[in-house]
């Protein structure tokens, strides 16, 4: 069982960066595909990210590729997402959620586990 926890959050300028971290503080975490989603106010939640279980594949959404980061370390428990060229538009509740899967899905009914999610705000 995985218990997610996010964190690193905050108000950021447009065109700055800022590094999301997820950890997992149950036991069997590298035996889940990692997705990052997100949810802007009045909006449906959107697939940011995914990587794999060994963190060699890795997926995003196209307007988010080449700006976000997905990775992930094993020995820490923790899934990261770094966000660089921030746009007032990528403002959202951030989730990281875990799925059995092997390949992390886009769809976020097919993930088991949850975090809290942390607040991004970007400032034009």
């Known amino acids: 069982q995985v218990q997610l926890q996010e964190s690193g959050g905050g108000l950021v300028q447009a065109g700055g960066s800022l590094t999301l971290s997820c950890a997992d503080s149950?036991?069997?975490?590298?035996?889940?595909?990692m997705g990052w989603f997100r949810q802007a106010p009045g909006k449906e939640r959107e697939f940011v990210a995914g990587?794999?279980?060994?963190?060699?594949?890795?997926y995003y959404t196209d307007s988010m590729k080449g700006r976000f980061t997905i990775s992930r370390d094993n020995a820490k428990n923790t899934v990261y997402l770094q966000m660089n060229s921030l746009k007032p538009e990528d403002t959202a509740v951030y989730y990281c959620?875990?799925?059995?899967?092997?390949?992390?899905?886009?769809?976020?009914?097919?993930?088991?586990?949850w975090g809290q999610g942390t607040q991004v705000t970007v400032s034009s």
């Open positions: 959620a875990a799925t059995i899967k092997v390949v992390p899905s886009r769809f976020d009914y097919e993930y088991s586990n």
């Open positions: 990587i794999s279980r060994d963190g060699i594949s890795r």
């Open positions: 149950g036991r069997t975490f590298n035996s889940y595909a």
